[in-house]
C-alpha cells in the first residue's frame, strides 16, 4: 500500500495546521484522500482538547495564556492540554480504514511511532510506549526515554469504531515530537493554563525531555526533519508494523 | 424494538472510556451511522455510529462519566425494519471478532424460547459458536441456560451466570474478604487483562500434565565459557537460552506432536511445518511472548543475538505484533530469576511449553562417582489431548542428552 508523504512546509497558524489535519481526515473517511503522513511545524501554542473547553475559566484563561504569547487552540483528538512550539515536530497519520485494516487503538499507535522510533535510534536515543509521571498530556503512549516524555501522541476515529473491523471510517493520529529547547516554560504554560481555567495544575518539566538534552549538544531542527522525512519516505518501518 | 447500544471494546484490553460529548440528546431521531458520541480511552478520541436508525428513547451516561466496557451508553427505538435486523447481525459477527456485545435488544417475551428451569431440545438453542466454545469449556448445558439475547439468543454472560450458579469453574469475583481500608483495587485491564485471558483459556481448554527432569551440564557450561567472550565482543550476552532452543528443535523434530496444535473446530491436529520458538519475557507490563522464527535455520550465533534483540524489544514494548503471533513451541526461563521447577501454563494454542530452570552446582552421580556438577532443572507442560506422557519423556530424554553433551547438539545443526 502506498502512503503519500506530505512534507508540508507551508507556515500556518497552529489553528489552522490542526484545522487541515481535520479536513484530511474528513476527506479520508469519504475516500477522497488515501493514506496519508504529513510532517508539519507550527508556531507557539497551547493545544487543547474539546474537554478543556468545559472547564470553568476556560474563555478567561485563555485569553490571559494569549497575552502570555501562547494561543490557545482546540483540537479535536484525546488526551488533554499540550503545549506546541517552533522547536517541536509534529507528524500525523491520516488513514481510511476502507484501505486499511485498522481495528485497534494500539496498532495504530505502532505504526505512528515507527518512524519516530527509527528516527530517534539513528540519534542513539532508544524509547518505549509508557506513562510518566508529571508529563501534561500523560497516557499509556507516550514515546518515553530514559523515563521522559520525549513525544506525545494522540488519536481520533471517525466514522467506524475502534474495535469492529466491520465499520469503516477513518483514523487520525499525531504526535509532537520534543526536539530543541528546555522544556520549563512550556510546562509552566500548561500549569498557568490549569490553574487559570479551573483545573489541576500539577505538570513537572523534569519528566518531560527533548532531543537536545537527551543529547546533551545542539540538534538542527531542518536535520530532523530531513531525516525522518527519509524514514517515511523509506516506508519499511511502516512495513513492518503492519504491512500497510 | 429497543436497540440497546453497548460500550465496545475499543482498545486492547481496555476496561472502560469517558463519555466525552454527547452529540445527540432524547427524543431525537438519528440515521444509521450517524455518531452518537465521542468516548475516549488511551488519548484515542472515538465517534460511536449509531447502529441503526430510529430515536434516542434515552442517554444512559452523563458526559465525564467513565463507563465499563459492556454497559449501556444508548437505547434506540428502532424504526426500520431493515436496521432491526442487521443491527442483531452486526451483534453476531461482532462479537465474534471483538468478543463485545454491541447491540443487543432486550429479549422480548414473545421471543423467549426457554424460561429457567425448563430445558428444550439442544438443536433449538440460539447462541453463537463463541458461546457454544465458552459453553463446553465450562462444561455448561445449553439447553438448561435462560437467554437473555436478542431473538432468545443465549450470549456469553447467560452462560457464565449459569456456570457460576453449577459452581462450575468460571471467572467470579473474589470472595469478601474481612474489609480493611488499606486494601487496594487494581483494575484489570491492559496486558494483564490479555494475559488473564490467554492463560485462562489455556487452562480451560488444554488439558495440562507437567514432566520435570533435571540434566547434568557440566560440558555445557564449559562450552558456554569458551564461547561467551567471542560473542560479548559483539556486544551479545550469551546465556544457556540458545543452546536449549536448538536442542529443542532438535527434539520437536524428533516428536513433531509437540510441533503442533489442535484445531478444535475442525477436530484436527495440526502438525507445523516450521520451528517458531516462542520465548517468555518478562517486562514491567507483564509476560510477553516474543517469536524466533525459523528457530532451525539459525546458528547459535544467529539465536544469541536475536533472542537479545527480541528480550529488549520486548522490555520496551516496541515488539511488534507479528513478532508476537505464530508461535509453535514455548520456553519460559524463569531461572533467570532464580526458580528451579514449574507448572508453566501452555502459550496456547502451542501443544507444549518448556521450562528452564537455573543451573546450580548439586550433588551428582557420574560413573558410580558421587560429584559436585551443574544441573538444569527442566519442567515440560504439554497438552494430553495431543500428547501421552511417553511422548513427552522420550523428547525430554533427548533434550537432557543434548544438553549433556553438547557435541551431539553440534551434530544436529543445521
Not at chain 1, 136 to 147: E, K, P, Q
Not at chain 2, 208 to 223: D, K, R, S
Not at chain 2, 296 to 319: G, M, N, T, V, Y
Amino acid at each position: 500500500m502506498q502512503i503519500v508523504v506530505y512534507n508540508d512546509i507551508e507556515q500556518r497558524s497552529p489553528q489552522a495546521q490542526l484545522n487541515l489535519d481535520e479536513q484530511l481526515l474528513q476527506a479520508a473517511a469519504k475516500g477522497d484522500v488515501g493514506p496519508t503522513w504529513r510532517l508539519w511545524q507550527d508556531g507557539q501554542a497551547l493545544v487543547v482538547t474539546r474537554k478543556e473547553t468545559h472547564l470553568p475559566h476556560f474563555h478567561s484563561a485563555s485569553v490571559s495564556l494569549h497575552r502570555q504569547g501562547w494561543p490557545v487552540v482546540v483540537r479535536r483528538s484525546g488526551g488533554s492540554t499540550l503545549p506546541h512550539t517552533a522547536e517541536m515536530l509534529q507528524l500525523s497519520l491520516i488513514l481510511p480504514r476502507g484501505l486499511i485494516v485498522v481495528e485497534r487503538i494500539a496498532q495504530l499507535y505502532a505504526w505512528l511511532a515507527a518512524p519516530l522510533v527509527g528516527l530517534l535510534e539513528t540519534y542513539g536515543i532508544q524509547v518505549g510506549f509508557g506513562e510518566v509521571k508529571g508529563a501534561f498530556c500523560d497516557g499509556s503512549y507516550n514515546l518515553v526515554a530514559s523515563g521522559h516524555k520525549i513525544a506525545g501522541t494522540a488519536q481520533r476515529w471517525i466514522g467506524g469504531l475502534a474495535g469492529v473491523p466491520s465499520r469503516q471510517g477513518a483514523v487520525l493520529a499525531h504526535a509532537t515530537l520534543f526536539v530543541k529547547g528546555q522544556m520549563r516554560a512550556p510546562t509552566q504554560a500548561v500549569n498557568t493554563f490549569y490553574a487559570l481555567a479551573g483545573g489541576q495544575p500539577h505538570y513537572e518539566e523534569r519528566a518531560v525531555t527533548t532531543m537536545e538534552t537527551m543529547l546533551q549538544k545542539e540538534v538542527q531542527m531542518e536535520e530532523v526533519r530531513q531525516k525522518l522525512l527519509s524514514i517515511l519516505e523509506r516506508g519499511d518501518l511502516v512495513d513492518a508494523y503492519g504491512n500497510l | 424494538m429497543s436497540v440497546v447500544f453497548r460500550l465496545p471494546d475499543l482498545g486492547e484490553g481496555m476496561a472502560e472510556a469517558e463519555i466525552v460529548h454527547w452529540l445527540v440528546q432524547p427524543g431525537e431521531r438519528v440515521r444509521r451511522d450517524q455518531p452518537l458520541a465521542e468516548v475516549q480511552t488511551d488519548k484515542a478520541l472515538v465517534e460511536l455510529p449509531s447502529p441503526a436508525a430510529g430515536r434516542i428513547a434515552e442517554l444512559a451516561a452523563q458526559e465525564g462519566e467513565v463507563v465499563p466496557v459492556g454497559a449501556t451508553l444508548v437505547t434506540i427505538e428502532a424504526e426500520d425494519e431493515e436496521d432491526k435486523q442487521e443491527a442483531v447481525q452486526d451483534t453476531e459477527s461482532d462479537a465474534e471478532n471483538t468478543h463485545s456485545a454491541l447491540f443487543q435488544a432486550p429479549p422480548a417475551d414473545a421471543l423467549r424460547v426457554s424460561t429457567e428451569g425448563q430445558a428444550i431440545p439442544a438443536n433449538q438453542v440460539l447462541a453463537t459458536p463463541a458461546v457454544r466454545h465458552l459453553a463446553r469449556e465450562l462444561g455448561v448445558d445449553l439447553t438448561t441456560v435462560p437467554p437473555s439475547g436478542p431473538h432468545g439468543r443465549i450470549t456469553e454472560e447467560d452462560v457464565r451466570q449459569a456456570a457460576a450458579k453449577t459452581a462450575v469453574s468460571s471467572p467470579q469475583r473474589a470472595p469478601e474478604l474481612a474489609s480493611s481500608s488499606a486494601e487496594e483495587r487494581i483494575p484489570l485491564r491492559g496486558l494483564r487483562r490479555e494475559i488473564a485471558a490467554h492463560v485462562t483459556q489455556a487452562a480451560f481448554t488444554a488439558p495440562h500434565v507437567t514432566l520435570f527432569g533435571e540434566a547434568e551440564v557440566t560440558h555445557l557450561v564449559a562450552l558456554r565459557d569458551r564461547l561467551y567472550p567471542r560473542l560479548q565482543e559483539e556486544g551479545i550476552g550469551l546465556t544457556y537460552l540458545p543452546f536449549v532452543v536448538k536442542a529443542v528443535v532438535a527434539g520437536l523434530h524428533a516428536f513433531p506432536m509437540l510441533n503442533a496444535s489442535l484445531d478444535d473446530a475442525g477436530q484436527e491436529i495440526v502438525l507445523h511445518p516450521f520451528y517458531h520458538i516462542g520465548i517468555a519475557t518478562a517486562t514491567p507490563e507483564g509476560l510477553l511472548v516474543p517469536v524466533l522464527r525459523d528457530a532451525d535455520r539459525k546458528s547459535l550465533h544467529e539465536l544469541a543475538k536475536e533472542i537479545q534483540e527480541l528480550a529488549q524489544r520486548a522490555r520496551e514494548r516496541r515488539c511488534t505484533p507479528e513478532e508476537l503471533r505464530g508461535s509453535t513451541f514455548t520456553v519460559t526461563n524463569y531461572g533467570a530469576f532464580g526458580g528451579s521447577f514449574g507448572t508453566p501454563i501452555l502459550n496456547f494454542p502451542n501443544s507444549a511449553i518448556l521450562g528452564i530452570g537455573r543451573i546450580d552446582e548439586k550433588p551428582w552421580v557420574r560413573d558410580h562417582q558421587l560429584v559436585v556438577a551443574p544441573v538444569l532443572p527442566f519442567s515440560l507442560s504439554f497438552d494430553h489431548r495431543l500428547i501421552d506422557g511417553e511422548t513427552a519423556q522420550r523428547f525430554l530424554n533427548r533434550l537432557f542428552a543434548l544438553l549433556s553433551d553438547p557435541d551431539q547438539l553440534l551434530l544436529e545443526m543445521n
